[in-house]
């Protein structure tokens, strides 16, 4: 008999998204004929871009001729696209070595396989409320984790404690589920204190691609100090509508090295490139094809407009919110909006309150982290008109 990894004992039920999908059907099934608007999920509903889906056609045509087709690609993506994330990444303010960067199937995949790389010993910090990702994959290893509170008096950006010592940091930026956003001058004290204390920083910046104000930063590359303490996420999910098609990017500096127990240097992009060439085959050849049509000009203007209009959705929301005087993070910057329950309920209680009297789905906070559990998550990825008319709904009850 296998003696088994106990750790997922300890692992919470992930029973947010079922838990919504289950009251929703109760109340569809005594409600029949009401109109139900879901404003909860992190999903994208635009399709694929013109540029990305012609680039799909041209690498299937590709694919069917003997001169074209390509086989097993390299592990870590192919040159092509590595070139042109790291041109993304210039034009944005950030300067990345193709080199280090590794294409994958999904930020959800490398956000918790990099923990591959890490002792279980380590001391993890993690913000409260997050992604839930971060700290599942590291109860499923058995490691401490120490959680770092994000509130409205630090406006859901928690900054380093000098008396706390981690030696992983977890940060998301533009965050989900609170939408708050790092400024330059706040990922600087976290990489000061990463340095200082050889901790390592693993930035998630799946939202980068909705920040448009300038002085805002899209990646902690842009600031100082970074490559020697920050392993980046980043995927095209959001920023190109490939939530179904896939495709991510990780950055891994050669910078990062660290000292082991025997005294050897051991550097984390020797290390994420041997275990992305063990245990995965590569992002497949036709979505990457796609992937760098998304990083041309044309690419990138239309995805520019798809989030601008999911952004329309996202100041629909904040307006009411504004007008009805309930405090809310996000909205720019962010398609995610997060705000307080009014009435002071709490987070599962005030899902029921809006279902039930504006047929509103949106996510509750708790899902979160204990720090959500009076706050709410509306998302901007719907339609125009059912965000409109979600939004009369809640102006209407309130
Ligand atoms: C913060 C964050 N990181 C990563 C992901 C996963 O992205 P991907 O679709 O690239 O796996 C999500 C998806 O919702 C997310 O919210």
């Known amino acids: 008999m296998p003696s088994l990894n106990e750790n997922y004992q300890n692992l919470e039920e992930s029973y947010l998204f079922a838990e919504i999908a289950r009251r929703v059907n109760v109340y569809e099934q005594s409600h029949p004929g009401k109109k139900i608007i879901r404003l909860g999920i992190g999903d994208v509903t635009k399709p694929l871009t013109k540029k990305a889906i012609e680039a799909l056609h041209e690498a299937v045509d590709m694919q069917a001729s003997p001169d074209t087709f390509r086989g097993y690609?390299?592990?870590k993506g192919y040159?092509?696209?590595?070139?042109?994330?790291?041109?993304?990444y210039k034009r944005n303010g950030a300067d990345v070595d193709p080199d280090t960067i590794f294409i994958s199937d999904g930020a959800k995949s490398d956000t918790g396989n990099i923990t591959d790389l890490f002792a279980k010993d380590n001391a993890?910090?993690?913000p409260d409320p997050v992604y839930p990702v971060y700290v599942d994959t590291n109860i499923m290893d058995g490691r401490k984790i120490l959680y770092m509170d994000g509130t409205a008096e630090n406006n859901f950006l928690p900054m380093p404690d000098e008396n706390v010592k981690a030696d992983m940091i977890y940060l998301c930026s533009p965050n989900n589920p609170t939408g708050a956003?790092?400024?330059k001058e706040q990922l600087k004290v976290w990489v000061d204190y990463a340095r200082k204390n050889q901790a390592v920083i693993l930035f998630d910046s799946a939202y980068e691609a909705f920040v448009s104000d300038p002085e805002l930063p899209r990646s902690i590359y842009e600031v100082e100090g970074a490559k020697e303490c920050a392993i980046e996420f980043a995927s095209l999910s959001k920023t190109a509508g490939f939530t179904g098609t896939r495709c991510s990017y990780t950055v891994v500096p050669k910078e990062l090295v660290f000292t082991a127990s025997n005294g050897k240097k051991m550097s984390l992009n020797e290390m994420w490139n041997r275990r992305h060439s063990t245990k995965f085959n590569?992002?497949?050849?036709?979505v990457q094809y796609a992937a760098a049509a998304v990083f041309t000009e044309e690419g990138m203007a239309e995805c520019r407009e798809n989030i601008a209009y999911y952004m329309?959705?996202?100041?629909?929301?904040?307006?009411?919110l504004r007008?009805?005087?309930i405090p809310f993070t996000g909205g720019v910057n962010s398609p995610y909006i997060w705000f307080e329950c009014p009435k002071g309920m709490e987070s599962w209680e005030f899902f029921d309150y809006l279902l039930e009297n504006a047929q509103v789905v949106g996510t509750p906070g708790a899902g979160f982290g204990r720090n959500g559990k009076h706050y709410f998550r509306l998302t901007s990825f719907g339609q125009h008109e059912s965000t409109a008319e979600a939004m009369e709904r809640f102006d209407r009850l309130f």
């Not at 092509?80 to 993304?88: C, E, N, P, Q, V």
């Not at 590569?282 to 036709?286: A, E, L, N």
């Open 323 to 325: 007008k009805k005087g």
């Open 73 to 75: 690609g390299p592990e």
């Open 181 to 183: 956003c790092y400024n």
């Open 124 to 126: 993890v910090l993690v």
């Open 282 to 286: 590569g992002t497949p050849f036709i």
């Open 79 to 88: 040159d092509f696209l590595r070139k042109a994330i790291s041109g993304y």
């Open 312 to 320: 329309e959705n996202a100041k629909m929301i904040a307006d009411v």
